[in-house]
């Protein structure tokens, strides 16, 4: 296994710097894995001894005489160095530095980093951070943080095959959060921080081997690995975000963890060729997920859209070409086939308009999703509504999820209008593993 898999499946964990004192960040981790129902082994250290939250504490990592899996070091900068030392020492394979003060502060923080790092290649110990959250493993109940997203007893652990891996902590969690409002199945987070000597695309690396994760959602300042990016891309559906895209960005970048500027039409054009996904903002970055959460990969661009506005249609036709998909060119057979079926005041030509004849005839809008799905020209369907209410809702659900008994494609909703109309919808879309978005634009630029 490799080592950095231990930051979300870890057995035991070492806190250096524990305390009982409530607010503290040396006692959050350990508060939020007794919450979680963590099952391995919590191990606080701390020099006074004693327990700490019932938990009996030790003087030093010395005097634990188990194997410990990852140790969370959450001491001051100018202790930091020694603690990485007893580590080391102890043979922990993977430790997370919490505290800030290194490259992101001056020279002298960036010496002591080097020193870090050194202590860590000499070892052949794997150092997350410095300047860093923490991570989580939602399988293990394991928190491995200071978040305070898990302090509310609202934030609930998933068990999910995603994974989101962010050089930056608050955001990281921030995005976290918003992806348990999807109920998107988020089961992994790391924060790598500075990335003094673990990247996020290690990170990825190791997460592209994990047989449990579908898919890998990035944050990251910084990115020289793409052959490594590659790699990760060719095992794992994978979707990044990278900042800095302008001047004053990536200077704030370089001031927030230290990372390096490289420009950006650079970056665009590398990502692109690695097989990812270069995605614009966070809700990008999670409608992404949205798409990796159904577990169907779209193999080519061709794709169709059914709707029930012809308004609807020409918005989602306009974003394929903004995103670079091409509207089907459907079959002979397939346009036969629809004509049969949607009233002539409709239109059988891809985007194909059923219009709100779906009301009144019950069936109408399942022959047609099951006729576009049999079309080898189509390689994904868009569906797209503008009001929805009642036993539509229902009928509308089981004829898109029915798809993948017909063949193995992406099929994405856009359903624009209030909650309110049909408050149940999104629910029974999800439970369909039909991702569901707001608008055309949206649901197309996720695919």
Request: charged share 20%; with cysteine; net charge negative.
């Given at each position: 296994?490799?080592?950095?898999?231990?930051?979300?499946?870890?057995?035991?964990?070492?806190?250096?710097?524990?305390?009982?004192?409530?607010?503290?960040?040396?006692?959050?981790?350990?508060?939020?894995?007794?919450?979680?129902?963590?099952?391995?082994?919590?191990?606080?250290?701390?020099?006074?001894?004693?327990?700490?939250?019932?938990?009996?504490?030790?003087?030093?990592?010395?005097?634990?005489?188990?194997?410990?899996?990852?140790?969370?070091?959450?001491?001051?900068?100018?202790?930091?160095?020694?603690?990485?030392?007893?580590?080391?020492?102890?043979?922990?394979?993977?430790?997370?530095?919490?505290?800030?003060?290194?490259?992101?502060?001056?020279?002298?923080?960036?010496?002591?980093?080097?020193?870090l790092v050194a202590i860590a290649k000499n070892s052949g110990m794997r150092l997350?951070?410095?300047?860093?959250?923490?991570?989580?493993?939602?399988?293990?109940?394991?928190?491995?943080?200071?978040?305070?997203?898990?302090?509310?007893?609202?934030?609930?652990?998933?068990?999910?095959?995603?994974?989101?891996?962010?050089?930056s902590g608050a955001l990281g969690y921030g995005t976290y959060s918003l992806g348990?409002?999807?109920?998107?199945?988020?089961?992994?987070?790391?924060?790598?921080?500075?990335?003094?000597?673990?990247?996020?695309?290690?990170?990825?690396?190791?997460?592209?081997?994990?047989?449990?994760?579908?898919?890998?959602?990035?944050?990251?300042?910084?990115?020289?690995?793409?052959?490594?990016?590659?790699?990760?891309?060719?095992?794992?559906?994978?979707?990044?975000?990278?900042?800095?895209?302008?001047?004053?960005?990536?200077?704030?970048?370089?001031?927030?963890?230290?990372?390096?500027?490289?420009?950006?039409?650079?970056?665009?054009?590398?990502?692109?060729?690695?097989?990812?996904?270069?995605?614009?903002?966070?809700?990008?970055?999670?409608?992404?997920?949205?798409?990796?959460?159904?577990?169907?990969?779209?193999?080519?661009?061709?794709?169709?859209?059914?709707?029930?506005?012809?308004?609807?249609?020409?918005?989602?036709?306009?974003?394929?070409?903004?995103?670079?998909?091409?509207?089907?060119?459907?079959?002979?057979?397939?346009?036969?086939?629809?004509?049969?079926?949607?009233?002539?005041?409709?239109?059988?030509?891809?985007?194909?308009?059923?219009?709100?004849?779906?009301?009144?005839?019950?069936?109408?809008?399942?022959?047609?999703?099951?006729?576009?799905?049999?079309?080898?020209?189509?390689?994904?369907?868009?569906?797209?509504?503008?009001?929805?209410?009642?036993?539509?809702?229902?009928?509308?659900?089981?004829?898109?999820?029915?798809?993948?008994?017909?063949?193995?494609?992406?099929?994405?909703?856009?359903?624009?209008?209030?909650?309110?109309?049909?408050?149940?919808?999104?629910?029974?879309?999800?439970?369909?593993k039909l991702p569901v978005f707001p608008t055309p634009e949206r649901a197309v630029?996720?695919?």
């Amino acid at each position: 296994m490799n080592k950095l898999a231990n930051l979300w499946s870890a057995k035991s964990v070492a806190i250096i710097g524990a305390t009982e004192r409530v607010g503290a960040m040396g006692r959050l981790p350990i508060e939020y894995l007794l919450r979680h129902g963590y099952q391995g082994q919590i191990f606080p250290v701390n020099p006074k001894g004693g327990t700490i939250l019932g938990i009996t504490a030790f003087t030093s990592i010395s005097e634990i005489k188990k194997p410990i899996d990852l140790a969370l070091i959450m001491v001051p900068s100018n202790s930091v160095e020694a603690a990485v030392s007893d580590c080391a020492s102890a043979g922990i394979p993977v430790v997370t530095v919490m505290a800030s003060g290194f490259a992101e502060a001056d020279e002298a923080g960036a010496l002591a980093q080097e020193k870090l790092v050194a202590i860590a290649k000499n070892s052949g110990m794997r150092l997350v951070g410095p300047n860093c959250i923490g991570s989580v493993g939602g399988a293990a109940k394991l928190t491995a943080t200071f978040s305070p997203v898990f302090s509310s007893d609202s934030t609930a652990l998933s068990a999910g095959s995603l994974a989101l891996v962010s050089q930056s902590g608050a955001l990281g969690y921030g995005t976290y959060s918003l992806g348990l409002d999807r109920d998107l199945p988020i089961g992994v987070v790391v924060t790598t921080g500075n990335e003094a000597e673990v990247s996020a695309m290690d990170i990825a690396t190791a997460l592209s081997e994990d047989k449990e994760v579908t898919g890998i959602l990035i944050y990251t300042e910084g990115l020289t690995e793409i052959a490594q990016l590659r790699e990760i891309a060719a095992k794992k559906p994978t979707a990044i975000l990278k900042s800095g895209r302008s001047v004053a960005g990536a200077e704030a970048a370089a001031s927030h963890t230290g990372a390096l500027a490289t420009e950006d039409r650079v970056i665009d054009a590398a990502i692109n060729s690695s097989g990812a996904v270069r995605v614009d903002d966070v809700e990008h970055l999670l409608d992404a997920g949205s798409i990796f959460a159904s577990k169907v990969s779209m193999v080519g661009n061709r794709v169709a859209i059914i709707t029930t506005s012809g308004g609807s249609g020409i918005l989602g036709t306009d974003a394929l070409e903004k995103y670079g998909l091409t509207l089907a060119k459907l079959s002979a057979k397939t346009t036969v086939a629809l004509d049969q079926i949607v009233p002539s005041y409709g239109n059988t030509a891809n985007p194909v308009d059923v219009t709100a004849a779906v009301m009144s005839a019950p069936d109408l809008f399942e022959k047609c999703v099951e006729v576009l799905a049999k079309d080898p020209e189509v390689d994904a369907i868009v569906a797209t509504f503008c009001v929805l209410v009642g036993s539509d809702v229902d009928r509308i659900a089981n004829a898109l999820s029915a798809v993948r008994g017909v063949r193995e494609i992406p099929v994405v909703v856009a359903r624009t209008g209030s909650q309110s109309l049909a408050p149940e919808a999104d629910k029974l879309f999800k439970a369909a593993k039909l991702p569901v978005f707001p608008t055309p634009e949206r649901a197309v630029r996720a695919l």
